[in-house]
Structures are given as C-alpha cells and as structure tokens.
C-alpha cells in the first residue's frame, strides 16, 4: 500500500534548534485513539532526522515500515515527509523539494529564523498529502511512464481486434489499390502460415 502521512517544513537555526514552520498529516490508516501518539512521534522524529543531518542534504531513514525523506537546504530551510516503503524515494525527494520552493516563494526568508512552532501562515499542505497520496501525481516521470503503459495496452487490444476480423481483413487486402500483387500474394503465404499454427 503506497501510503503518506506525514510532510513537514522545518527551519534549523545554527545552534540546531529545529523550530516546524508548518505541517500535516494523514492518518486515518490508524485507529481514531492512536492517531495523536502517532502524530507526535512523527513529528518527534521528524525534527530529529532534521536535527541530526547536514545543512544541504538530502537523506532517507528507515524506522520499522516506514521511511522518512529529509532535505536541509543551503538556507537551512528543511522539509521531512514520512511515507510508508512502497512509496518512491525519488518521488518522496522530488515531493519535498517543492514543497520546501513553493514555502520560500510565499514565506519571507526572514520570517523561517522568528518564527514559532507552527506559526507561519503557509497554505497547502494539506491539500498537497491529500493530493500527492498516489505517486503518479508527484512525478512526471511516473505519470508519463502511466500514460505509455496505458497507451500500449490501447495499441495492443487494437491489433488484437483488428486479427480476430479475419474475413474482412482478407477482403480488404484483395480489393485494396495501395497493396502490389506482391504485396497481396506476401499477405496470403503469412495468413496461410498463420492458419497451420493456429490449428496446433
């Protein structure tokens, strides 16, 4: 099951303090009593992966069946997105890299050093777990990869089609102008090859 739950946006001052800018979480996969211990330990070892990884990394850490995606920035703007193990790391990384350029186009840089645990004013998050859930939507490269696949088993089912109409293919090719004789006596050898091994 490809599953977030979740993306936070974390400022880590020069003395290490981690302050969370903003953030959200899905966690209707967990039982209504346990979502708020697990919201807090996501956000614990969220601001603890941040804590502990360089300024201008980027790092993927394990913790039982689930993995957490962290990027510190030049800036020391930070993003950690928690994701179970099936969700793409390239994904996850592409996922938090614009979070974190969306947050710095709408948040002053100026505002990420003063600010107060979940004080800043930064609209999105939500929706973006909300949206981002299936790998696909986060990705070009995947979604891409989706329409080809889709795209070819359209071709195939076409092709296939176009063989189970036998008689009127045949019919075509013997009326058709565009085919030469050798063309349209080609087309019989094969069907009749066709024919022999279709009958094993």
Known sequence: MVKLF????????????????KDSCD????????RNSVNEFMKFTSKMVVE????????????QEYMCHVYIRGDRLSACLISDHEYPHRV???LITKVLDDFAEQIQPSDWATATDNSVAFMGLDKTISRYQDP????????LQADIDETK???????TALLTRGEKLDDLV????????????????????NQCCHLL
Not at 153 to 159: A, D, G, R, W, Y
């Open 27 to 34: 966690l209707s996969s967990f039982g209504f009593f346990q």
């Open 52 to 63: 502990r990884s360089d300024v201008a990394s980027r790092v993927s850490v394990k913790e």
């Open 174 to 193: 013997a009326k058709s102008e565009d085919l030469s004789a050798q063309s349209k006596v080609f087309y019989k050898t094969a069907r009749k090859t």
């Open 153 to 159: 088993i359209i071709l195939h089912s076409t092709i």
């Open 6 to 21: 979740y993306l936070g946006v974390f400022y880590k001052h020069t003395n290490n303090q981690i302050v969370t800018l």
């Open 92 to 94: 996850a990384h592409t």
């Open 136 to 143: 696909k939507q986060a990705d070009a490269m995947s979604k």
